[in-house]
């Protein structure tokens, strides 16, 4: 569910919570683990977005999942964020939590999509660029995309770079089709 104020809220709170008990890093860690479990699994934000399954159930189910791999104020969390009904948000909260982290540690998300994947070299010199770019350091999500003819796009901090060769054709498209040739006859 995408209610950013109750998301955001709900991070605040365990920020403020790791921050002042020293886990920052491995809530962070955690959460990561808390997104990636929701965004894989319908299942799982089917059971959570029900709200006829008692919370003691949805507890039960986020115990079996992330009992041992999260730390005890993660898991605390999870229980409270389950009582207070907003288990749905889980995912939401917890990118919410990690963009408040990467702020607070001067790191900004890039995210670049290729039709091929790359190597670290060029993994390398993308983050290198980024980061001389912002002034951040850089956390690069590679994927490819196999709908794309080739080159790449790049997304950091609010702003695009879009070197598709489909972007290239579509704007050489739009300069023939101006068509500025006048006839001297």
Do not use: W
Request: charged share 35%; glycine share 4%.
């Amino acid at each position: 569910m995408n209610d950013y104020r109750i998301n955001n809220n709900y991070a605040k709170a365990l920020f403020m919570l790791a921050t002042e008990r020293g886990v920052m890093e491995r809530v962070a860690e955690d959460m990561r683990t808390v997104g990636a479990v929701c965004a894989e699994n319908r299942e799982l934000n089917v059971v959570f977005a029900n709200p006829t399954i008692r919370f003691d159930k949805k507890t039960a189910v986020i115990e079996g999942l992330f009992a041992g791999r999260v730390c005890e104020e993660t898991m605390a969390f999870l229980r409270f964020v389950v009582r207070k009904k907003r288990s749905v948000n889980l995912r939401g909260i917890s990118e919410a939590y990690l963009n408040l982290y990467r702020e607070n540690k001067g790191i900004v998300l890039s995210d670049l999509v290729t039709y091929q994947p790359i190597d670290d070299e060029a993994r390398k010199e993308v983050e290198r660029l980024v980061a001389e770019y912002t002034g951040k350091q850089v956390e690069l999500h590679d994927h490819t995309d196999e709908h794309m003819l080739g080159g790449f796009k790049l997304e950091f901090d609010h702003n695009m770079y879009d070197a598709r060769l489909r972007t290239k054709i579509r704007k050489l498209r739009a300069e023939f089709a101006k068509n500025d040739y006048e006839s001297k006859l």
